[in-house]
């Protein structure tokens, strides 16, 4: 018997620019859109179901890593801000107000709040067991949808798929200073398309507003080319010389546009 799939929305639109615009290339659509689409109605479910325990999605995250790390359950914010993929300046908003409703304790350091040691607290970790009975019960009704060979098919793509971004960017953000930069190959590549001239160096691409990067004076659009004496034309080199033991702070060298500037910045402790 033959199976007839339904449209959805993204058949809909795709239907629509492909009449409009037959010469565009709506493959990348077909997938990007449905998760993205996807994605919202996930979000939506799993906010709902945190909201009923006072919780946002963003706290769950924090008390799920720290317990699932084993005693003492406890992590630096630096380690916090990796495990989850945040900035400096999200972080520390977010185990504020954690710390003051008593969900977790840090161990904080004058010197460098990232180096603080976030610890789940009794009260975290009581919410915690309640939580999650809950939300995986949630996650497996969003997922009714699909049978077990569909759900282990999408598994295996969306790990190949996930490896892919975590091997390709991996390199790419200094979460503790809050900044988003791009290598240096595309670095030349945007600064040739305004006329500037070639430079090897690490190109800024975001800066996190409140971050340590933001603080320092890096804007959008600097090109980073040497830390202190060193030239470091690569996103490896420049992350080594920001982690200079030796150092609390470095002298940043930066081009913006073609003007050459030194910044004084945090490095990495």
């Known amino acids: 018997m033959l199976v007839v799939e339904k449209k959805d929305h993204i058949d809909r639109l795709v239907a629509k620019w492909s009449s409009e615009k037959p010469d565009y290339d709506l493959a990348p659509v077909e997938i990007i859109g449905r998760m993205a689409r996807i994605m919202e109605y996930v979000d939506r479910a799993l906010e709902a179901k945190f909201q009923e325990f006072g919780l946002s999605r963003a706290s769950f995250d924090v008390l799920a890593t720290l317990r699932r790390e084993g005693p003492p359950y ?12 945040r900035t400096s300046g999200s972080m520390s908003i977010r185990i504020d107000a954690m710390e003051r409703e008593g969900l977790v304790r840090r161990n904080s350091q004058a010197e460098d709040r ?4 976030v610890s789940l607290t009794e009260k975290g970790s009581k919410l915690l067991e309640q939580v999650v ?4 019960l949630n996650e497996r009704s969003l997922l009714t949808g699909l049978d077990q060979p569909a759900r ?19 390199d790419q953000t200094l979460l503790h200073l809050g900044i988003l930069v791009v ?11 305004v006329g500037l001239p070639d430079k090897p160096g690490v190109l800024v ?9 933001e603080d320092a004076g890096l ?12 030239d470091t034309p690569t996103f490896m080199a420049l ?7 030796k150092a609390k702070t470095q002298i940043v060298r930066v081009l913006r546009g073609a003007e050459p500037l030194r910044l004084s910045i945090c490095s990495a402790k």
């Open 239 to 245: 992350r080594k010389a920001l982690n200079d033991p």
């Open 152 to 170: 282990k098919e999408l598994v295996l793509l969306l790990r190949r798929w996930l490896v892919s971004f975590e091997e390709n960017n991996q």
């Open 219 to 230: 804007r959008k659009g600097d090109l980073i080319v040497g830390v202190g004496s060193q």
């Open 205 to 213: 691409h975001a800066v996190e507003p409140g971050g340590l990067g």
């Open 183 to 193: 290598p240096p190959h595309v670095a030349l590549r945007r600064r040739r398309a």
């Open 133 to 136: 009975p809950e939300h995986l």
């Open 74 to 85: 406890a992590l630096s914010q630096r380690d916090l801000m990796k495990c989850l993929l």
């Open 114 to 117: 990232r180096a603080s040691i």
